[in-house]
């Protein structure tokens, strides 16, 4: 496992395009998302350690989203040859038993994180509601212990984001496992 950090991206950048199969039977587009508030795109996959450690708190973080009116989407880009289980028919067996509160997608051929700029798992972008990258840090300040939590970072953007057009001050970069990307 090669611990990655995100880089500093530049803020104001548009919210890529895509369009992929999600573990609920649907193709989702980025137009499916885009209701006039803030939009949180995040990549995870099933295997690594560092999302299984904030997994229940991402099902959370879903269920608070939809409370604002903001969309959680999860994509899964992972090379699922040499990661099985990140292969489609795992995403789906994931999502439905820990009943994800979000659409979790799945990016066979990778270009969509190639896209984002996406480098980990887990990792964030926050789009404000001009559509606009506006965060792009981590979940929150401790994500090995869920009851050390004393800041849920992501949250606080998506509420800034919420009042305001202004960009969050504090971004903390997320970091996880590499992307499993395939082998040219």
Not at 74 to 81: G, T, V
Not at 124 to 148: I, M
């Amino acid at each position: 496992m090669a611990l990655t950090y995100t880089p500093q991206d530049e803020l104001g950048t548009p919210v890529p395009d895509f369009t992929l199969p999600a573990t609920d039977g649907r193709t989702y587009s980025l137009k499916d998302f885009q209701n006039g508030n803030p939009l949180v795109v995040m990549f995870i996959c099933n295997h690594c350690p560092y999302v299984k450690a904030i997994e229940d708190r991402l099902i959370q973080l879903g269920h608070d989203l939809k409370k604002r009116n903001v969309w959680l989407v999860a994509i899964c880009a992972n090379d699922s040859a040499s990661y099985p289980d990140d292969a489609f028919p795992e995403l789906k067996k994931r999502a439905d038993a820990k009943k994800y509160s979000f659409p979790y997608l799945h990016d066979e051929s990778q270009s969509v994180a190639k896209v984002f700029g996406a480098v980990c798992t887990p990792d964030f972008f926050v789009y404000n509601k001009q559509s606009q990258l506006a965060y792009r840090g981590r979940l929150d300040d401790n994500w090995k212990e869920p009851s050390l939590v004393t800041q849920r970072e992501l949250l606080q953007a998506v509420d800034e984001l919420l009042v305001s057009d202004q960009f969050p001050q504090k971004q903390t970069p997320a970091m996880g496992c590499s992307i499993k990307w395939k082998k040219q």
